[in-house]
């Protein structure tokens, strides 16, 4: 269990919240154990969801859907194209995952003279992780992060949240 919560808090810690359904700003980036078989492994349980949000100035709106719910829900469609089941008894894997979005963030932008300077651009992210559910040792991990796209229908905002997923799932 202490692995576990390692492997999250590492996840975290390296997370960098940098969420039309234009998605040529989502940028994902998946690591797999090279020590096991992600086929071997066949069934799974719901671990740790958490959301974050840093807005200070209190810029966010949420939406009008429960995005928590709708994250979950598209990780297991992707778990279920990938042959996966949810086993709450004897899993072979549990899936956590964390979303969050930074309406604060600054990135450093540069003028048509050449002279940086920084500008607000909210950010969202998405991180999974699958662990061994017989040793906690951290499996996979996936994280997508693109620009929060604030001014979007509850409609696009859920086909950049499939994008991302089915994006971050394609080499499970």
């Known amino acids: 269990m202490k692995k576990v919560l390692l492997a999250v808090a590492f996840v975290l810690a390296t997370l960098s919240f940098n969420g039309c359904t234009e998605t040529s700003d989502i940028k994902v980036k998946s690591e797999k154990s ?34 928590d719910m709708y994250v979950q829900k598209a990780i297991t469609k992707q778990l279920a194209e990938k042959g996966k089941v949810e086993d709450q008894t004897n899993p072979d894997f549990l899936v956590s995952y964390v979303s969050g979005v930074d309406m604060d963030r600054a990135k450093e932008k540069v003028d048509e ?4 300077y920084l500008e607000t651009i909210p950010e969202a992210a998405i991180a999974v992780l699958v662990i061994d559910s017989h040793n ?19 409609e696009e905002s859920m086909k950049r949240i499939d994008y991302a997923i089915k994006k971050m799932f394609s080499d499970f």
């Open 34 to 67: 090279s020590k096991v078989d992600l086929k071997g492994y066949k069934s799974y349980e719901w671990f740790i969801a958490a959301q974050l949000l840093v807005d200070e100035d209190n810029k966010y709106k949420a939406r009008g859907y429960d995005v």
């Open 113 to 116: 003279d050449g002279k940086a």
């Open 136 to 154: 906690g040792q951290l499996i996979w991990a996936s994280v997508a992060e693109g620009e929060f796209q604030k001014d979007l229908s509850d």
